[in-house]
C-alpha cells in the first residue's frame, strides 16, 4: 500500500514537471515570436523611411536636371539669335490704279535678329531686334523694297515636350524704316506699327544651349504706311502682311 502511494505522487511530481516545461517552453516561443515580429516591423519601417527619402532625393534631382540656365522657377532669362527668310505681301486702298498697285506680287526677303525672353513670376514676355526686309512687285515687273528695324513686345506660353520647349507667342511691334526705293508710287512713314504671333519650337542639348525653329506671321501698317503727302495722290493707305520661317540658337542664362 505504501509503494503504491509512493509511485502514485512520483507520477504526479513527474507530471506537474512535464506541465511547467511545457508552458514555460511555450513561453519562451511566444517571447521569441514577438521579438522576431518587433524587429520586422522596425525593418519595415526603417525601410519605409529609406524609400521616401530615396524618392525625395530623386525627384529633386531630377528637377535640378530639367533646369534650365541657372535661373529659377521665379525667374529665368534666353537669347534667341534668329535668321531666316521672309514673303512680304502688300495690300493698298486706291482710288485709281495707275501704276499697276491693285494686285501686287509678292517679295521675298531676309529675316535676322536678336530675341530677349524673360520669364518673371510665371509670366514670360519678350522683345528683341530684328531686321527684315519688305515690299511688293507690280504687276507691270517694278519691284518696291523697305528695310526695317521690328521691336516686338510678345507675351509668351511655354510647355515642353520631352526636350523640346514650344513657344507661342503674340503681341504689339515697332517697327523702324532704315531705307525704302526711290520709287515713282510712294513714300512711307517712318514708323509702321503692326501686330505679330509665332511659333516656335527649341530643342534643348544641354542646360544652356539648344537649337530652334520657328515660322512668325506680322500685320503691318496698321497706322497707314502711307505719307498724307506721298507722291502718287491716288493711293489713300497701305498695308502690309507677312510670313517668316526661321531658325537659330537659343542660349538660355
Known sequence: MKTLKLTLILFLFAASGTIFSQSKSDSLN????????????????????????????????????????????LFGLTIDLVFGVGISKSSFDLSKDTTGLNNP????????????????LGFAFGTGINYSSKGFTTNNSNSFNANYLNIPLMFTYNFDISKTEISLS?????????????????????????????????????????ALLGVKYEQGGLNNLIKTNSINNNISSMKTTNWYIYSGIKFTL
Request: glycine share 10%; hydrophobic share 30%; no cysteine.
Open 30 to 73: 511566444h517571447k521569441q515570436a514577438d521579438t522576431i515580429n518587433n524587429y520586422s516591423k522596425m525593418m519595415d519601417s526603417l525601410m519605409n523611411v529609406y524609400t521616401k527619402q530615396y524618392n525625395e532625393m530623386s525627384h529633386q534631382s531630377n528637377k535640378n536636371n530639367q533646369r534650365k540656365g541657372a535661373g529659377n522657377n
Open 105 to 120: 506680287n509678292s517679295n521675298t526677303g531676309p529675316m535676322i535678329g536678336a530675341n530677349v525672353n524673360i520669364r518673371l
Open 170 to 210: 503674340a503681341g504689339p511691334y515697332a517697327g523702324i524704316l532704315l531705307s525704302q526705293n526711290n520709287s515713282q508710287y510712294l513714300s512711307l512713314k517712318s514708323i509702321d506699327i503692326g501686330i505679330v504671333g509665332s511659333v516656335q519650337g527649341s530643342y534643348t542639348f544641354n542646360n544652356y544651349l539648344g
